[in-house]
């Protein structure tokens, strides 16, 4: 007398081959982005102390890297910038001569296939790290439209493929749109940090790129990690605004948002395997608590799984050598 079911799990998880031929969800070197931290100076790659594996470079050894990527199979790359010096309205995030701006010619003069994102921000240009203009101790939200309009726009005009606004001002998606499309750039998408949460795993982040607050915190405009409706709104006004992909940050506290952004609106979906997360595996890695390539590839599966069609991730490089292992 058989005391199972006719139907048992177990048959198709007896050998890799098997487990391969059902897998729901893949992981391919294709789903990821790359970020990378530029400065002003020559041959110069400073670690950064809370991000082990993770630079900030010089325009020279950025393409030397650039290269690396591109051996490994990796076809996109997100820049962020750290300027020489700072004032209160960011005006090196908007100068044709800034440190994104010569690191998109460079990239797109060497590398001319690979898709070069940019971060639209002003938080690491800024005397007072915030994402926007501030008067009286507010940060404005209107005033500031217009200068990441103009940020985006001279990143395409020095080439970017594609621009990300990160900022989390109200109608940025729709202004940095138009500004596009009234300079000849309709072609040029727009990926939107839709929902990014006021998150306590960006703090190694801000030491990479030199961007932490100088007062306050960032709760007026980034997003309340308990809000989930909010998300969808978010998300949904990005979308109206003329956003072609839409990005959940943090990724691993917010599976169920990405899961829901896709369910809900069916567009493309990144999310940010951010700075802490990152940090936090690398620490217990070193010390030898857990193994990092089969958590990492544990994480960046589960995100896949949630919905995410792109991962940006500091363990892009590492995971396109694990997956062609």
């Known amino acids: 007398m058989s005391f199972f079911p006719n139907y048992r799990p177990r048959r198709l998880r007896k050998s890799e081959q098997l487990r391969s031929m059902i897998r729901e969800t893949v992981l391919n070197t294709q789903d990821l982005i790359y970020p990378l931290f530029v400065i002003h100076g020559q041959k110069v790659k400073n670690p950064v102390a809370s991000m082990p594996g993770v630079f900030q470079l010089s325009v020279d050894e950025l393409l030397r ?15 962020f910038g750290i300027p020489e010096s700072k004032d209160p309205v960011g005006s090196g995030a908007y100068d044709s001569s800034g440190i994104v701006q010569q690191a998109v010619r460079a990239l797109k003069k060497e590398f001319p296939n690979l898709v070069v994102i940019t971060d639209v921000c002003l938080c690491e240009f800024t005397d007072h790290g915030h994402c926007g203009i501030v008067q009286n101790g507010e940060i404005l939200n209107d ?11 001279s990143h395409v005009e020095a080439g970017a493929d594609m621009v990300a606004p990160s900022d989390m001002m109200d109608g940025r998606v729709k202004a940095i749109r138009s500004c596009l499309d009234e300079h000849g750039f309709a072609h040029i998408p727009i990926m939107a940090y839709s929902a990014k949460y006021a998150s306590g795993f960006y703090g190694p982040f801000r030491d990479a ?20 409706e909010e998300a969808l709104r978010e998300v949904q006004l990005d979308i109206e605004e003329g956003a072609d992909i839409v990005m959940v940050k943090p990724a691993l506290a917010y599976l169920d948002i990405i899961r829901e952004v896709k369910d809900r609106f069916h567009y493309p979906v990144a999310c940010y395997n951010v700075s802490g997360e990152y940090a936090m595996v690398k620490a217990a890695a070193q010390k030898g608590w857990i193994d990092e390539q089969k958590v990492v590839i544990e994480f960046l599966t589960g995100m896949r799984r949630a919905g995410a069609d792109l991962i940006i991730t500091y363990w892009a490089k590492d995971v396109a050598e694990w997956l062609k292992a």
């Open 65 to 79: 890297e650039a290269q690396e990527v591109i051996n490994l199979g990796i076809q996109a790359v997100i820049l």
């Open 143 to 153: 005033s500031t439209l217009e200068l990441l309009a103009r940020t985006a726009l």
């Open 209 to 228: 790129a030199g961007s932490a607050p100088q007062f306050g915190d960032r709760r007026s405009y980034q997003m309340d990690p308990a809000n989930r």
